[in-house]
Nanobody, 129 residues
Framework: QVQLIETGGGSVRSGDSLRLSCAASDPTFSSFAMGWFRQTPGKERVAVSCISRHDYVTYYADSVQGRFIISRDNANDTVDLQMNNLRPEDTGVYYC??????????????????????WGQGTQVTVSS
């Protein structure tokens, strides 16, 4: 059984940076693609960035392309999201998730808030102007 714990959120101003971290409790972590998702009140959870399980292929939502960087360390069971040049539109609760999808699934398709994803508890990111 895998547990995910997100840390690193906070309140910042436009242009600032944050680094989110997701720690997994199970070494089978490396068997899953991983993703970061954002949710705001009244809105559906949306994909921000994902990374494949072994070869570290990445996907970024258009809104964060060029500003965010996802990385993973399978040896230490962690996934990070470096968030640069933050904007108010980036505000929301950020969730880490495992994604149990076939290895042939393209990263763009894989990076979706599937109902059977395993989710962390979330960490709040607030960006003010």
């Amino acid at each position: 059984q895998v547990q995910l714990i997100e840390t690193g959120g906070g309140s910042v101003r436009s242009g600032d940076s944050l680094r989110l971290s997701c720690a997994a409790s199970d070494p089978t972590f490396s068997s899953f693609a991983m993703g970061w998702f954002r949710q705001t009140p009244g809105k559906e959870r949306v994909a921000v960035s994902c990374i494949s399980r072994h070869d570290y292929v990445t996907y970024y939502a258009d809104s964060v392309q060029g500003r965010f960087i996802i990385s993973r360390d399978n040896a230490n069971d962690t996934v990070d999201l470096q968030m640069n040049n933050l904007r108010p539109e980036d505000t929301g609760v950020y969730y880490c998730a495992t994604i149990d999808v076939g290895p042939e699934t393209p990263i763009q398709t894989l990076c979706y808030p599937w109902r059977d994803n395993l989710w962390g508890q979330g960490t709040q990111v607030t960006v003010s102007s």
